[in-house]
């Protein structure tokens, strides 16, 4: 499991650096955090450490059993969140 978890880390810093890149090449200041835990406090806490103007998330819009089995990120980011955050409609899959 240890091997799994170590393999998901160097997969997830390695796609989040390469699109920071790409945002860094269209002019816009990026910082590329990978943090382990649960998603919403890490977010928050991320944004409060490292001073952000603004969260920009993804909603996706579950309801019902799915909203209730798997919890929504976006809104708990929403009201814990210190500073603005913008939601944006994700792709539903």
């Not at 393999?7 to 910082?31: C, M, P, V, Y």
């Amino acid at each position: 499991m240890l091997e799994t978890n170590n393999i998901l880390d160097k997969e997830a810093r390695k796609n989040l650096q390469q699109a920071a890149e790409q945002l860094k090449d269209a002019g816009l200041t990026t910082h590329a955090i990978v943090v382990i835990g649960d998603a919403a406090t890490a977010i928050v806490e991320t944004a409060e450490r490292e001073q952000v103007d603004l969260i920009v998330i993804a909603t996706y819009g579950k309801t019902g059993w799915r909203r209730l089995a798997f919890g929504s990120v976006t809104e708990k980011v929403v009201r814990l969140a210190t500073c603005p955050v913008l939601t944006i409609r994700g792709n539903v899959q």
